[in-house]
């Protein structure tokens, strides 16, 4: 037990020092629209999302960790929002496999939330794409106050 606390100690001091050198902060926007992706290195479907963002015409750069629970709980994602990886872009949290249309859509309307999320991993959403097979779902935004429905698929 003390060990795991002394992981996710070392890993949310980490995310501090990270946050503090690239401006990934809380509450705080920062200056580039660079998306800053935390992913399992095992992880596929995060990494074809990450092929999606960059097709779609975004930077982003990507931190392989084996432990996203201290990530999750840094920037806010409550547990029935959460998915297999979490990013960062102009202050706001993406949580999992939001589509890079609504990415854009959220930073050229720039809402009061804390961020995007898709939760789970549905089948048809950007890295989780199973020859044809989709299931519907919803990227949330949400926030302080809760989570609404910002895109239905």
């Not at 037990?1 to 926007?29: E, H, I, K, S």
């Not at 794409?129 to 809760?146: K, N, R």
Request: aromatic fraction near 8%; include cysteine.
């Amino acid at each position: 037990m003390a060990d795991r606390n002394r992981r996710r100690f070392l890993a949310l001091a980490g995310l501090g020092a990270l946050g503090l050198a690239t401006g990934l902060t809380r509450p705080a926007r920062a200056q580039a629209s660079v998306v800053h992706v935390y992913a399992s290195p095992y992880c596929g479907c995060c990494h074809q999302w990450v092929n999606h963002m960059r097709d779609a015409g975004f930077e982003v750069k990507v931190r392989l960790t084996e432990d996203l629970d201290p990530v999750k709980s840094y920037f806010g994602v409550a547990p029935a929002l959460q998915s297999c990886h979490t990013a960062v872009v102009d202050g706001y949290v993406i949580e999992g496999h939001v589509p890079a249309r609504d990415v854009a859509r959220l930073l050229a309307e720039r809402p009061q939330a804390k961020g995007l999320a898709v939760p789970g991993m549905p089948a048809g959403s950007p890295g989780m794409e199973q020859g044809g097979a989709s299931d519907p779902y919803d990227v949330l935004l949400f926030g302080d106050t809760g989570a609404r429905v910002y895109a239905r698929y």
